[in-house]
């Protein structure tokens, strides 16, 4: 009954669940660094990225206005002001002059202070403060409060990690760099692979199967057996510590894979196109630039989807060779990982700067991945 027409089988139902599993499980932080690269601080700390959207209850504590703000009215010195800045706003739920009692006293119960000054705070987060003597300090007094505050998203997070000059740990030169190493890094292997493909697939000469051979074998071959000897010779030719030696890097790492998809899918291609080219006197390389790299478009943008990713996303061969202590090139996933040990609790700067690192990835998959299936089941079947 489960092949009847209309009915789907139980294993099809497994593997739509698996999926759907797969892409949530994806998804999930995701939509998690994208919510939170837009709160602040103070609502990342109080509630998870799921409750964004709904207000939630926080313990905050601020210093009032210092002393030097103090005003004289009817023969009293007042400080007024308000515990929420220009943007924020939220209703007080309780507050105290001291964390061991921050819900001492309700919102407008005025409280008298060992100085015999007085406080009081309002349900709207306004206060004042009140003396028969004139304040003294350079400090403003503490006010402790729970407060029930509105979803609020922000921009200034982008700002300050994309524009505001004073950020020496700015994301914007990050990202240049990582442009400048990845787009030439996913250009060039799919150059030079492009070719071997082509002569490995249609072209006729000695030690051809021996060289796939090869090919195959090299992709099992992790990269780190690789990086110290490739470091030493690049220090010897002179490029071991600029944007030609990371390049050249991830195109020897990249070859393997860039050479083994595209020659699976020129040999796939119809042999008789192939062969009335030759009869109509077309020679190999007028072959390969005018009928096998526009039938080869699925499997090259597949493969440049995978080399833009690694290569966008790596930070071992960056930071091998890329070396530079002035910072001008450094690459946005060592950029991340630097800010982790200086801005280890500044979570809403973490999650902007991780997203911003993920943003061009995903765009880069989704407009290119109709092609990525068609690239890697090419040659799979006849």
Avoid at 152 to 158: G, I, K, Q, V
Avoid at 162 to 191: C, H, Q, W, Y
Wanted: charged share 15%; with cysteine.
């Amino acid at each position: 009954m489960d092949n009847i027409a209309g009915h789907k089988s139980g294993l099809t139902w497994a593997v739509h669940l698996s999926v759907a599993f797969l892409v949530i499980l994806w998804l999930f932080p995701t939509m998690g660094l994208f919510v939170s690269s837009f709160r602040t601080a103070d609502q990342i700390s109080s509630s998870g990225w799921w409750k964004a959207l709904f207000p939630t209850e926080q313990n905050i504590v601020i210093r009032g206005a210092s002393p030097s703000e103090q005003v004289q009215v009817d023969g009293m010195y007042v400080i007024e002001g308000s515990v929420f800045d220009s943007r924020a706003s939220g209703d007080i739920a309780h507050w105290g002059t001291s964390s061991r009692e921050i819900d001492a006293y309700k919102p407008g119960e005025v409280v008298e202070m060992r100085d015999g000054s007085t406080i009081t705070l309002n349900e709207d987060g306004t206060y004042r403060m009140e003396n028969a003597a004139e304040f003294e300090g350079s400090r403003g007094q503490r006010i402790f409060f729970t407060a029930t505050t509105p979803p609020e998203f922000t921009l200034d997070n982008y700002e300050f990690m994309l524009f505001d000059e004073r950020n020496s740990e700015g994301m914007s030169k990050a990202f240049f760099s990582t442009l400048t190493v990845t787009i030439p890094a996913t250009v060039i292997p799919i150059l030079i692979a492009a070719f071997a493909a082509y002569a490995l697939a249609w072209m006729e000469f000695p030690g051809r199967a021996i060289l796939i051979a090869c090919v195959v074998g090299l992709l099992v071959v992790p990269l780190q057996l690789a990086l110290i000897p490739l470091l030493k010779f690049h220090n010897n030719i002179g490029i071991g510590k600029g944007y030609l030696g990371v390049w050249l890097a991830h195109t020897g790492f990249g070859l393997p894979l860039a050479i083994y998809l595209l020659r699976n899918y020129m040999v796939g291609l119809p042999r008789d196109i192939i062969e009335n080219a030759k009869v109509d006197g077309a020679t190999d390389f007028q072959i390969f630039v005018k009928i096998i790299l526009p039938l080869s478009f699925p499997a090259l943008a597949s493969f440049a989807i995978f080399q833009f990713l690694w290569t966008w996303n790596d930070l071992l061969v960056a930071m091998v060779f890329l070396i530079d202590s002035s910072g001008q090139t450094t690459v946005m996933t060592k950029q991340i990982v630097e800010m982790l040990g200086t801005r280890g609790g500044d979570w809403e700067i973490l999650a902007t700067a991780a997203f911003i690192s993920m943003a061009v990835p995903i765009a880069v998959f989704f407009a290119m991945q109709r092609y990525l299936v068609r690239g890697l089941l090419a040659g799979s079947v006849k």
